[in-house]
Each structure stands twice: as C-alpha cells, then as structure tokens.
C-alpha cells in the first residue's frame, strides 16, 4: 500500500493507481485494495439484505445496530 500512496498524485485517482501498480508487480488490483475497502464490500451485502428485511423503513443508523 505504501506504494500506493506514494504514487497516487501521479494519477487520477487513487483505484487508477492501484491498477497500475498491481500491473507492475504483477498482481490483481483487488489485492492491494486495502482491508477496509475489502471488508466495507463484504459487510454491504448484509446490510442491504438487512435494509430489505425491514422494508427499506430505517435509514444507515438502524440498520448498523
């Protein structure tokens, strides 16, 4: 990741900066995505499922209790 934030004002964003390097390096982007990222997209299906089970009523604040 260090080189990732090195490199990222060479880019447009910091996702472009991750292909690029993951390209270098030689390996896949979602590798040096790092953790947070990784768990957010893990923990967005379970709450999406939660926001449906109750009908889509409770905002963000009651659906991470």
Do not use: H
Request: charged share 30%; with cysteine; aromatic share 10%.
């Amino acid at each position: 990741m260090r080189m990732v934030f090195d490199a990222k004002d060479q880019y447009e964003s910091q996702w472009a900066a991750i292909v690029s390097i993951a390209d270098k390096i030689g390996c896949t982007a979602e590798t040096l995505r790092c953790p947070r990222a990784q768990r957010d997209d893990i923990l967005m299906v379970e709450i999406e499922r939660v926001w449906q089970v109750n009908q889509q009523v409770y905002g963000a604040d009651k659906v991470w209790r």
